[in-house]
C-alpha cells in the first residue's frame, strides 16, 4: 500500500487550449499537497512549436524549472489515450521511481474537494482504479459510473448508426441532456452508488490509476483516436484482474463539451461512430 506521502502523476492534453492548461495546472500545484504532484501534458495541437513555452507561467513555470512538470510533443494529434501514452512514456523516462498514483485528467474540470490527494492516500486500500463523483458542468448529474455494470453491445452499434448524422446526432445530445437534467435533481433524487462499490467503467475526464496497473501490464491501450476510452480501460482492467471502484469521497466537476461542440462538426461526428462501432465490436467478446 502506499505511504501517507504516495508519489501522484497527473497526466493532460492540450490542444490550442493552452491558457485553460496552464490555469488548471496551477490550480493543481497551488492546492493542499501539490508539492507532492509532478504532472506531463502532452501537446496534441497539430503543427505547434512544442519549444514555444510562453504560455507556462506562475507556479507551472516554476515545476518546469525544478522539472515537476514536464511537457512534450511532436506537433502531431495523437488522440485521447494516444495522448496519455505518449505522456506515461514520458513519465516513465523521466521519473524511474514509478508513482503510486497516476491520474488522467481533462483540463475542463475544477476539483472541489480540497484534499484530495490525501483522500487518494485512504483509497489506497482498495488497490483499484478510483471512479470519483465527476459533477456535469451542463446537466448537474454525476457523471460516474458511467457504467454501472457492463453493457449490452447492441447500443453502442445503434449509438455508431445516430452518430453519423447531424440531426440524429443533435436529437440523441438533447434528449440525453434533458434525460441527466431529470436524474441530477431537479425533478427527482440522483442516487450515487456505495463508497468503495465496484463498478464497470469510469467516466473518462479525471480517473486514478493505481501503480499496480501498470505492474500488471496496463497500457491504456486503445485503437479509438476519441471517445469511448472508458470501454478500452475498462476492458484492460477486466484482464488484468483491476477492479474499478466508485468513490465520492473525491469530487470534480466537469465543464462538459468545453473541449468538444455539443453539436458536433462532421469530423467529430465520424469519431463518435468509429468509436462506438469499435466498442460494440469490444463487448461482443
Known sequence: MPSPSATIQVLCLAYGNHAEVCDYVNRLLDGPDGDRLRIVVTDNTPGRDTTDLSWVGGPAARAHSSGRLVIVGDGVNHGYFGGFRRGLREAFARWPDAADWTILSNTDLSIRTAGWIRELDGLAVHNSIIAPKVISGLSGKNQNPIYLSRPRPLKFLVLSWIFRFGFSTALY??????????????????????????????????????????????????????????????????????????????????????????IPPPHIRRYLAEAHYLAYRILQT
Open 173 to 262: 445530445r438533447l434528449a440525453a441532456l434533458y434525460k441527466d437534467r431529470l436524474i441530477s435533481g431537479r425533478l427527482r433524487i440522483q442516487k450515487d452508488p456505495g463508497e468503495g462499490q465496484e463498478i464497470y467503467g469510469a467516466h473518462g475526464s479525471f480517473i486514478c490509476i493505481p501503480k499496480s496497473y501498470f505492474d500488471r501490464g496496463g497500457q491504456l491501450e486503445c485503437k479509438s483516436f476519441l471517445y469511448v476510452e472508458e470501454i478500452c480501460l475498462a476492458e484492460e482492467a477486466r484482464r488484468l484482474g483491476i477492479p474499478i471502484r466508485y468513490s465520492g469521497l473525491i469530487e470534480v466537476v466537469h465543464d462538459e463539451h468545453a473541449s468538444t461542440s455539443f
